[in-house]
């Protein structure tokens, strides 16, 4: 059986490891040289690269507030010093050294001589942990402390056992300059910019542990403005800024390799939205014309021979806007005053407007005045029209005086009551019957003269048409006789009276 001192010196080889060094993307073979637009499809197709390799950190842990634009609650939390090995693994080597441990009789713990203190690595500095969300950008340990991993969270697994493993979480990384092909470098109009990142497709898993602190990746524009505000003052460094401004696929060929992302693209639209400030972001407002003049509407009374511009201009319709909370609060009373509503619009004797199309009798198309003369609930109603013909149409056909927007406006100064906002649509529709009375008499007279008019013209057409044809049967008959010689003269009468 091993003795403790072996034991102790195992473990102390372990945790003396060097940990690797972090590999690049053009140090793996998963990122061919592109062969500017020559490559098939199939080779252009992204496949998911090795892992990045980061350093994990053994640290006296504290939660940093994340980059979200939402109040994240910042809790403190603290855990015992270990040391995770590269890549996450869930077991490191002096955990096995002290399970083998556990095993013998239990001669005690070794004395703290016998192994090499954490003080002596450079992971025992008590380090922050950062409390990441989806759609944070962090830098990731790579082992150089002047060249950090740069990579957007894409999804959080956090551990139930936190004080003894950390969690993960998946990673999108963005690619440094000198991860990006020499060819596609040469494509960018202006050269890289300084502080410059290019967003991937690739993904992977990542320890906690090897979070080092928040970062920001915005746009060129948005940099622009963050730096004038930090040299004005009106904002403070926390956290160093990356400048993104296309998507690099590795695998793609060269002149497809860069795609241009902008806005929230920058994070996979993952991060906080940014806020629509602009005046590309506004609307356009039409000029306020305010109501026509009297002189306009003068204007264009002139050939309607039941308006006359003496009369007294009518106000302004109402116009109601729609409130949800109605349907809410007041579906039943709406509904019912709805049905209420439908009787006293389409009452018998009621004049309304109807819409007649042109066709092959009239020879315009425009609106009609009617006057009802039954009313079928849910059905049709049927109207004498202002030209004499006598049809059934359906309700949604006609127009009434009292609109439904001028309707739903006593049912609102009511405050939802049905009487009073019956009674005041009743009188509404009282007032409006008398002018539009008087407009349906104008109408009859008028259809009334032109249908004479009309029929007139018809009889003179016919008595004309009787006087040639006698005529002509006159004509017949007394050249009966010399038929030859004058069928030219005939011809030539027949053609004039054509």
């Not at 080889?13 to 690049?24: A, G, L």
């Not at 928040?214 to 904002?235: A, D, H, M, W």
């Amino acid at each position: 059986m091993a003795s403790d001192e072996e034991l102790t010196q195992d473990a102390s080889v372990t945790s003396e490891q060097p940990h690797e060094s972090p590999k690049r993307p053009e140090e793996r073979s998963d990122a061919p040289e592109g062969d500017d637009g020559n490559a098939t499809e199939s080779e252009a197709e992204e496949t998911a690269p090795l892992p990045r390799v980061t350093r994990t950190r053994s640290s006296l842990l504290r939660v940093v507030e994340s980059d979200s634009e939402s109040e994240k609650s910042a809790v403190r939390r603290t855990r015992r010093q270990h040391a995770m090995p590269i890549n996450g693994a869930s077991k490191p080597a002096a955990a096995k050294a002290s399970g083998r441990k556990k095993k013998g009789k239990g001669r005690g713990r070794p004395k703290r001589g016998a192994t090499k203190s954490d003080s002596d690595s450079d992971d025992s500095v008590p380090g922050e942990y950062v409390n990441v969300q989806v759609g944070d950008c962090v830098l990731l340990d790579s082992g150089d402390p002047n060249d950090s991993f740069v990579a957007l969270v894409s999804s959080v697994q956090r551990s139930q056992n936190f004080d003894r493993e950390p969690g993960t979480f998946t990673a999108q990384w963005y690619y440094k300059p000198d991860d990006v092909r020499a060819d596609v470098r040469g494509l960018i109009k202006g050269g890289v910019l300084e502080g410059e990142v290019f967003l991937s497709p690739h993904k992977d898993k990542n320890s906690i542990d090897a979070v080092l602190g928040l970062c920001n990746v915005v746009s060129p524009e948005e940099y622009e403005e963050v730096q004038t505000e930090i040299k004005r003052g009106f904002r403070e460094k926390t956290k160093p800024y990356f400048i993104c401004r296309y998507k690099y696929y590795p695998n793609r060929p060269t002149k497809k390799a860069l795609e241009i992302v902008r806005h929230d693209a920058i994070r996979s639209h993952l991060g906080p939205l940014r806020p629509k400030v602009g005046e590309h972001f506004q609307a356009r407002v039409p000029e306020f014309t305010g109501p026509p003049t009297p002189s306009s509407t003068a204007t264009t009374a002139v050939g309607v021979p039941w308006r006359s511009p003496a009369l007294p201009q009518s106000p302004l319709r109402c116009q109601q806007v729609w409130s949800p909370l109605v349907l809410e609060h007041q579906s039943s009373g709406l509904h019912q005053f709805l049905q209420l509503l439908k009787p006293v619009q389409y009452s018998v004797g009621n004049v309304l407007k109807l819409f007649r199309r042109r066709d092959a009798l009239t020879e315009a198309s425009g609106h009609v005045r009617c006057i009802v003369v039954s009313y079928e609930p849910a059905d049709h109603v049927r109207v004498c029209l202002s030209t004499g013909h006598v049809q059934a149409v359906l309700p949604s056909e006609l127009s009434s005086p009292l609109g439904d927007d001028a309707a739903l406006t006593h049912f609102y100064q009511s405050r939802f009551n049905l009487c009073a906002a019956i009674a005041g649509c009743a009188a509404d529709i009282e007032r409006a019957q008398r002018l539009e009375r008087d407009a349906f008499r104008r109408e009859v007279v008028e259809f009334s003269q032109l249908e004479v008019a009309k029929r007139q013209a018809q009889a003179l057409t016919i008595e004309a048409l009787e006087l040639y044809t006698e005529e002509d049967e006159e004509e017949d008959d007394e050249g009966d006789g010399d038929d030859d010689d004058d069928d030219a003269q005939i011809l030539t009468t027949r053609k004039r009276r054509k």
